[in-house]
């Protein structure tokens, strides 16, 4: 089930190319968020393919796991509030988010592993590898990172789509698409907690991938239509 995972990367990859390059031009610190967190799942979404190629290592989990469960929602969260909120208010929400990505990439790269899981096969699941504590970090900086995102996106798509002028629709509607694939990415997380085997690593792969996807649709509909 490599091909999904590759895919994401370059979905991803091409997706933060963008994000940077947009940053470059304009300085808005959402995007630079925005570029972190694409850079992050395609970090995970790469690890995750040469875990399925090469066979899973400690270093490779270690990585897909921080990057692809812990921190990357929550880094694209600080680009919602970037958009949204006041800048003082978004520059305390960095500097927290900062410490405490520090903190659980400390935890997560000393965290004792179960190998023999990781030999398996398969994309390994969270719960056979890591201890409770571990995964309970995960939820929690999934879940807030998750409201904000999908919260600020469905607030402003709302927003925008009273407003009668079709830059703001076509604004409006790239909100809910950012929305609806980090929602797809986390269905596919949990969808993927139920199953098992090769049905388990298909349901989580196409997830993220369509996932990503999404998002980057939402992207492209953020850049005015060219000129005919």
Sequence with gaps: M?????????????????????????????LAAWSVALAMFALASMAAAVGELAGWVPFTFRVYYLFGAVVNVPVLALGTIYLLAPRRVADVAMVLLAVASVIAAVIVFRADLNEAALAAGG???????????????S???SIIGFLVVVGGALW?????????????KRLAAANLLIALGTTVVAIASELARLAAGSVEDLVFSAGLFLGVSLM???FLKTRPPRSA
Excluded: C, D, H
């Design 156 to 168: 402003s798509a709302v927003k925008l789509a009273r407003k009668r002028q079709p830059q703001l």
């Design 139 to 141: 939820r929690y900086f």
């Design 216 to 218: 980057f649709a939402g």
């Design 2 to 30: 490599w091909a999904f995972p590759l895919a994401a990367t370059a979905v991803s990859g091409y997706f933060t190319w963008l994000l940077a390059t947009q940053f470059i031009e304009r300085r808005r610190p959402n």
């Design 123 to 137: 994309i390994p699941r969270g719960s056979e590898v890591l201890s409770e504590g571990v995964r309970l970090l």
